[in-house]
């Protein structure tokens, strides 16, 4: 049988076999010579065919027509034999080499074994049993070829099979068990010697077409409706870019639906889920922004309206918008504190308005005063009320420094950009005390015409003519005055000015110029004082009276009088001031004094009002403390108001006020901390909380958590952390102490809040009993696990190695300490929500300082084209198939012949698709093409980083993908692992949420 075997080898690499001539002997025709004797058609020893006495005779043929092998003399059953023998012998050779001829072994096996048959038969010769053993040989490979043919057909289908199954179940997929079995069915199926290659098939079918169409629902039918959403989103328009880098991904998914690349599409979907999460987030976060946007222009337009007046403002308002405009890019990414300050931006613009109005108004009334006062310096008589000039110039100069105003009185007064620098309130005050005095010193001026004409006319040497007109006006002016508002208060300057004006007229009568001038000048003073006491007299009078009364009612309690002793003494002064400078007929000074009594008692008024609501607050905290509750700060709490008081003496009603609220905070964690140690907690325990974080008290609400014992219901913790670290949810499943956990979570959060509090990617923080810590940024979600001390982290453990490689100096751990993993944890996943909400390293984790990270999603190319750059091998179409289904984990053929180093990238791949490669730096190098390493970071997620990078490495899981870099940089930068020279210290302290 062997040598039958052999022959079929040795005849399918001879090539057809041609007849030789009568007289040259058939080539190896020597007796034993098996292939000799199949070839020539012989069973028995050379020589005997053709002899007399054969089976039949011999037909006699034209010379030349003998047919291949055949002899001259041969018999015709030999001659049919031969032929037969040959024609069945090339369907065994062609069999041999079909590329399935191991699946039909049985059928070659029938073959031979028929084949052998027929050779012995022959030799008998016994032609009808040789021929039926030629007809089973024929059968033999006829029914082999057909069965090879159809294994080979199944083979394709079972190949499509085999990578859309392997595809499944490598991506993740819960295959059902009839699937994932039906290729080993259908293989046995195939299998000789049942050979049911349509129900094989069928079977194949049921696992193409039970998983293949999946492909397409998850990957491309499920997803559309989210791009159509997102694209319907009111920020789409912001996030164009995004749109259009899916859309392109998308359509690589259709394509490759199309072309079955059942894995390719599988790396790509996590790609596209990951920036339609990232789009949705940026588009819904800048609506808010948008919303806002145009009331910031609204406003603005508004605020321009005043011109060079809020020049200044204006142009920091407009920075600030530009500011707040950076804020709300995709590079920013502070929407909501862009929102914020357009918000705040409005407000000032609003804010600037009303100044710019109310210093409008300011300025035109500044104007017309200080008109007011130029034209009274001109009056005849203005050196008689001159102190009253002064005082009025000094008042508007007051108002001009209360204003901010350094201009001249009617120029637009220039707003800076503090608004407190103008208080354009106060500088009103002191402009209406200015125009109060003005209208004393114009009463002034009307009624002392005559004097100033009299006086004119007495210049020089005295004539009868002159001081007979000078008396005329006196006269006229003093009967003016007499008939004016409280004459009565000057009764006795008129009368005496009327007796020297008698005196004056009776010296005219006699003819004495000289006396009647002296008698005239007399009573230009009498009339002077006597206008002063009706005009200014009767003015300070009222307002004496009032601030006198105000001064009364101040002290018309004395307990409250006393707190504010400081405030009404300056008040008394100012008024005993005025007192003795109108008694000294200092009039002008009596004024002055009376416009600063006036401003101690509106400061004494303030005081009173900011006393009484401090001491209502003092005295029911005081009254308070004397409750249960809070017996365990009582003591302490009284000392603290005692202080708070002593503050409110020296009128520090900030610093009072600020004190009593501390006070306050720590009675309310008291009395928290009371209702949490119930049994059960008491239900209200939330809103007290809540009420204790509105109110500041976060370090009481810090101090509260980590003082209660670990025996507290869960709840408590709960409650309290929810109201610390307000707009995130917790939830905490009970073992492995998650009392300890969540005081430990939110002691390492309160160290870090302004990244927690307010973050728009951390809405909830989930503490599992079991499982692993992740953060998902669909939900918002940090998951931790574990609990705290119960291991420490590997990478800052005593005498670790071959995690890293030897690192540059400014990158080696700052200090020597131990960390425990459930801190470095903790921090890694706030610092997942951190990188969500900046989305950091999806636009800096490229850079070279942050890795130079590549997410590869579907495209693998550039992973095959460094395997060949690296290796050499993969060139062949062959060699680049197994490389790319070896990388997309599909089933592979390694090929029998290849160029360069394959065994470099077989460990290239065993060593990229080894978990924890990113922690192992032997594996990482092994995982290294030219300047960067390659590996599957998680299942189904490709990515690579520069190799040098690990150098400036602080732990091995830095480098399993970029937004774990982030994470792990960001924990080690807060427990203080990184040393100030870091050079991700530089970039890290710059990041805002």
């Known amino acids: 049988m062997n040598k039958i075997r052999e022959f079929f080898e040795l005849l399918s690499a001879a090539g057809p076999v041609t007849a030789p001539s009568e007289t040259t002997p058939l080539a190896g025709d020597e007796e034993g010579d098996p292939v000799a004797q199949l070839v020539a058609g012989e069973d028995a020893p050379a020589g005997e065919e053709g002899r007399a006495g054969d089976d039949a005779p011999v037909q006699q043929e034209d010379v030349g027509t003998t047919p291949v092998g055949e002899k001259a003399g041969m018999s015709a059953e030999r001659i049919l034999y031969n032929k037969e023998r040959a024609a069945v012998a090339k369907l065994r050779s062609d069999l041999g080499k079909h590329k399935q001829a191991a699946h039909v072994s049985d059928k070659t096996g029938q073959a031979d074994a028929a084949l052998s048959a027929a050779a012995t038969h022959a030799a008998t010769p016994d032609w009808p049993k040789a021929m039926a053993e030629l007809a089973s040989a024929k059968k033999a490979c006829e029914d082999g070829k057909g069965f090879a043919d159809k294994f080979a057909d199944f083979l394709v289908k079972r190949a499509e099979a085999n990578l859309v199954l392997t595809a499944a179940q490598t991506s993740g997929w819960t295959v059902p068990p009839a699937l994932s079995g039906a290729l080993g069915t259908a293989d046995s199926k195939a299998a000789p010697p049942g050979r049911n290659y349509a129900s094989a098939k069928t079977d194949l079918d049921t696992i193409i077409n039970g998983l293949a169409p999946f492909f397409k629902k998850f990957y491309v039918d499920d997803v559309k409706p989210k791009i159509t959403t997102l694209k319907a989103l009111p920020g789409a328009k912001f996030i164009t870019a995004e749109i259009s880098a899916i859309d392109k991904l998308m359509s690589q998914q259709e394509t490759g639906i199309t072309a079955k690349q059942w894995r390719q599409v599988r790396l790509n979907a996590g790609l596209i889920s990951d920036r339609i999460t990232m789009a949705t987030k940026i588009a819904n976060r800048r609506t808010g922004f948008d919303a806002e946007r145009p009331k910031a222009d609204a406003a603005v337009k508004t605020l321009e309206a005043h011109g060079a007046a809020v020049a200044a403002p204006l142009a920091q308002i407009k920075q600030r918008l530009k500011d707040a405009d950076a804020l709300a890019t995709k590079t920013g990414m502070q929407f909501e504190d862009a929102t914020d300050q357009v918000g705040a931006i409005v407000k000032d613009c609003e804010a600037f308005d009303r100044l710019a109005r109310d210093a409008a108004a300011y300025t035109k009334e500044r104007g017309a005063l200080a008109g007011e006062l130029t034209g009274l310096r001109k009056h005849v008589a203005a050196d008689k009320f001159k102190a009253e000039l002064d005082v009025a110039r000094g008042l508007l100069d007051e108002a001009a420094k209360a204003a901010g105003d350094p201009g001249a009185p009617g120029t637009t007064l220039a707003l800076g950009t503090d608004r407190s620098k103008h208080d354009i309130s106060t500088a009103n005050a002191r402009l209406a005390q200015a125009r109060a005095d003005l209208a004393a010193a114009k009463g002034l001026a009307d009624g002392l015409d005559g004097v100033a004409t009299a006086e004119a006319a007495l210049k020089g040497a005295a004539n009868l003519t002159d001081v007979r007109k000078a008396a005329d006006a006196l006269a006229k002016e003093l009967a003016s005055a007499k008939t004016a508002a409280h004459a009565d208060l000057a009764k006795t300057e008129f009368d005496a000015a009327q007796t020297a004006l008698d005196e004056a007229k009776k010296k005219i009568d006699e003819k004495q110029a000289d006396a009647a001038a002296l008698s005239l000048k007399t009573a230009g003073e009498k009339l002077t004082a006597g206008r002063r006491l009706q005009i200014e ?13 105000r001064l009364e009612q101040h002290n018309a309690d004395a307990n409250q009088a006393k707190k504010i002793k400081a405030k009404i003494d300056a008040l008394a002064k100012a008024l005993s001031d005025a007192d003795a400078a109108e008694k000294a ?14 401003t101690a008692a509106g400061a004494a008024d303030a005081a009173l009002v900011a006393r009484v609501a401090f001491d209502k607050e003092a005295n029911l905290a005081q009254l308070d403390l004397d409750q249960p509750a809070y017996a365990s700060v009582k003591t302490a709490q009284l000392a603290e108001l005692t202080k708070a008081r002593g503050l409110a003496d020296a009128f520090d009603f900030a610093g009072a006020n600020k004190a009593l609220k501390t006070i306050r905070n720590k009675m309310g964690a008291a009395e928290a901390e009371g209702m949490a140690k119930k049994t059960p907690p008491d239900p209200k325990l939330a809103d007290k909380a809540k009420k204790l974080a509105e109110s500041g008290a976060t370090k009481e609400l810090d101090d509260l958590i980590k003082s209660l014992p670990n025996t507290v219901d869960k709840q408590v913790f709960i409650d309290l952390a929810q109201a610390r670290f307000k707009g995130v949810n917790f939830e905490v499943d009970p073992g492995n102490s998650p009392q300890a956990a969540i005081k430990r979570m939110c002691d390492l959060m309160k160290d870090v809040p302004d990244d927690i509090i307010g973050n728009p990617s951390l809405k909830k923080i989930s503490r599992k009993a079991t499982g692993g810590a992740f953060y998902r940024p669909s939900e918002d979600l940090v998951v931790m696990n574990s609990r705290p001390g119960a291991s420490p982290k590997a990478d800052f453990q005593p005498g670790v190695t071959g995690r890293l490689p030897e690192r540059e100096e400014d990158c080696k751990p700052a200090n020597n300490n131990p960390e425990d993993l459930f801190d470095f944890n903790m921090l890694h996943e706030v610092a997942h929500a951190i990188d969500d909400a900046k989305n950091y390293m999806g636009q800096n984790g490229g850079k070279p300082e942050c890795g130079g990270w590549i997410e590869h999603g579907g495209d693998i190319k550039p992973i095959v084209e460094a395997v060949i750059a690296a290796t050499g091998f993969g060139k062949s179409a062959e060699e680049r198939k197994y490389v790319t289904d070896m990388i997309l984990r599909n089933p592979a053929v390694a090929p029998t012949t290849f160029k360069g180093d394959k065994d470099k990238f077989d460990k290239f791949i065993a060593a990229a698709q080894t978990d924890g490669v990113w922690s192992n730096q032997a594996l990482s190098e092994q995982a290294t ?39 792990e940089l960001y924990a080690a930068w807060k427990l203080g692992k990184l040393k100030p020279q870091n050079p991700a210290v530089k970039w890290l302290s710059k990041i805002k949420i």
């Open 929 to 967: 093409l030219g300047k960067r390493i390659y590996q599957e970071a998680y299942p189904n997620t490709w990515v690579s980083y520069l190799a040098d990078a690990r150098k400036r490495g602080i732990t091995g899981y830095q480098f399993r993908a970029p937004g774990e870099c982030f994470a």
């Open 537 to 549: 007299h009767s003015r300070f009078v009222e307002r004496h009276a009032a601030l006198t009364k």
């Open 585 to 598: 007929n200092d009039h002008a000074k009596a004024m002055a004094d009376l416009n600063a009594a006036e």
